[in-house]
Each structure stands twice: as C-alpha cells, then as structure tokens.
T-cell receptor
C-alpha cells in the first residue's frame, strides 16, 4: 500500500517547456487535489477533483491543466512553464470531501 | 474573499515552554478545521481536526486546538514543547474546498 505517490521528485525546466507531474493513489479516495507551496504563502490550491471525470479550479489555476480519467491518477500539466511556477507541488487525497487530506512527498520544480 | 490567517510567521521557544499558534478564517457558514504539521524535509501530516461537537479537540503528540465560532478562530496549543516539535504548522479550513494559511515556523531551542 503505497499511499500517495508523486513523480518526479525533482525537475528543472526551461521557460516555455511543458511537462506533466504525476500523482497516483491506491487508497480508493474520491477526492484529489494539487497544491503549490511557496515560502511565506503556505499552500495554495491549484485544481481539485471530487471523482473520476470531474475537476474544478482552485485559487491559482492559471497555467495548469488537470484531468481525472481514473480514480487512481490525477496528473497536473504545465502548459508553458514560467519562472513564476518555480515551487514545490503537493498532491493530496481524501476519502471524500471535506475529510482530512493525505499528502504525497512533493515535486520540487525549478523553471529557469 | 475567503481566507485563512496565521498571524505568527516565526515563533522561537525554549523546550518546556507553552505554545499557542493563532488561526483565523473569514468563511461564513459551516466549516471544518484542521491543523497540519510539516517536519523539515517531509510532507504534511495531520495533527488534529474539528468537524463538530466539543470545540476543544485533542490531536497527536500532545497538541490540542480550540474552535471559537464567535471569533472565527481555531488556535493550536501545546502545554510544553519539545525540540522535536520544530516544524512548520499550517491551519486549514474547508468550505467549498480546502484552503491553507501561510504557515507558522516553530523553532524549539534545546
């Protein structure tokens, strides 16, 4: 039982490149979300999903896309990376909203 | 706009001192409240949560928090901190989604 896994752990991108951050869970949780963590700003919600096929925007969705084709996976796509997207990204899951969330180990992304 | 405020950005205490970290939110209606902790180099872990009932909730590692509805507050407390409590602490509130405060960094000096 791996819980919440995220890949990659570290990534460096050049401005304008695109990439996908992977998030997978094996807990059969309905609710999944993506946050970015920046110093002094806490965690800010990017996108979330209450179940397969359903996604919605959080506080800071611009520049990011998500999809939820299965219960287990919730990838986050950066369409055209910008230095402002340099951050640590956390995926989190919950049995259902609004129960407590379980966090993955994070992906540290640097955009140069 | 809906928000979660943590007023203490960095708190430095000596071991055995008492701790209180403030959290206020601006949501109306029914909310669920959480405190998470992030130890250095680790991901967030749940400390405690409040959904309903007794407004004084107890969590892991001796932490507790009190929900005061009239003050829109959910402050975290611990009577006697340890060096191992050095971490960053985040308050979170659910309404339509889960929003976090900016975090409070706690440093406990041995």
């Amino acid at each position: 039982n791996a819980g919440v896994t995220q890949t990659p752990k570290f990534q460096v991108l050049k401005t304008g490149q695109s990439m996908t951050l992977q998030c997978a869970q094996d807990m059969n949780h309905e609710y999944m979300s993506w946050y970015r963590q920046d110093p002094g700003m806490g965690l800010r919600l990017i996108h979330y999903s209450v179940g397969a096929g359903i996604t919605d925007q959080g506080e800071v969705p611009n520049g990011y896309n998500v999809s939820r084709s299965t219960t287990e996976d919730f990838p986050l796509r950066l369409l055209s990376a910008a230095p402002s997207q340099t951050s640590v990204y956390f995926c989190a899951t919950s049995l259902r909203f609004p129960y407590e969330q379980y966090f993955g180990p994070g992906t540290r992304l640097t955009v140069t | 706009a809906q928000s979660v405020s943590q007023h203490n950005h960095h708190v430095i205490l000596s071991e055995a001192a008492s701790l209180e970290l403030g959290c206020n939110y601006s949501y109306g209606g029914t909310v669920n409240l959480f405190w998470y902790v992030q130890y250095p180099g680790q991901h967030l872990q749940l400390l405690l949560k409040y959904f309903s009932g007794d407004p004084l909730v107890k969590g892991i590692k001796g932490f507790e928090a009190e929900f005061i509805k009239s003050k829109f507050s959910f402050n975290l407390r611990k009577p006697s901190v340890q060096w191992s409590d050095t971490a960053e602490y985040f308050c979170a509130v659910t309404n339509n989604d889960m929003r976090f405060g900016a975090g409070t960094r706690l440093t406990v000096k041995p």
